[in-house]
């Protein structure tokens, strides 16, 4: 758990770090600062060790559907609770109360969540999110912002590798099919853009 989170939260923040990964079954490496990305990338031959790397993804995961962010933030605070819960144990206290004070913080976290929390009403608060997100790229904030103007606030982003230098986006009507990848880079059958493509199915 230590090992996976601790290279998670390397790109926690604006200020984050970025994290090269090697995806074994593509043959080609990703870049990327999203802390489930990360997480899920990790494994390791030691079961106890894998024991709490999966339980970080597990973490992360139910707080990417929940949330859609915040996966980063998962892992450094299960961390942090993991280690107050182990300390706790050593010192002989009572885990059941341990768990019961938990939930009960969870309450007031909640609360204060809800009493501090802004909705995002404009392209321009969403234009300030993702320059956040981007580690500060006035670039890429400027051009979500565009999206969203275009699309009147109601839209799905699904971001796609180009084959030129500047970016752009392209606004699609209609329902998405979610795109599942491939198992196996043997059925890659376009080598130049590493994609499986077929006309007419």
């Known amino acids: 758990m230590k090992h996976t989170a601790d290279v998670g939260k390397s790109t926690l923040g604006a200020k984050g770090k970025t994290v090269m990964i090697y995806d074994k079954l593509r043959l080609r490496h990703a870049v990327t600062k999203d802390g489930v990305t990360v997480a899920n990338s990790v494994s390791f031959d030691d079961d106890s060790l894998n024991l709490g790397s999966e339980f970080i993804k597990e973490a992360t995961s139910k707080t990417v559907k929940e949330a859609g962010d915040g996966t980063t933030t998962t892992a450094v605070l299960v961390q942090s609770m993991c280690n107050d819960l182990y300390k706790t144990s050593k010192l002989g206290s009572d885990m059941n109360s341990y768990i019961s004070d938990l939930k009960e913080d969870l309450v007031k976290v909640k609360k204060y969540i809800s009493e501090k929390s802004k ?33 009147n606030m109601d839209v799905e982003i699904d971001v796609v590798e180009g084959d030129q230098d500047e970016d752009s986006f392209e606004i699609v009507n209609g329902y998405s099919i979610p795109n599942t990848g491939y ?5 890659i059958n376009n080598r130049e853009k590493g994609r499986v493509e077929y006309e007419n199915p």
């Open 119 to 151: 909705k995002v009403k404009t392209t321009d608060d969403v234009e300030n999110i993702a320059r956040t997100s981007s580690n500060n790229n006035f670039e890429i904030g400027k051009l979500i912002k565009n999206i969203y103007d275009a699309s």
């Open 183 to 187: 198992i196996s880079s043997i059925f």
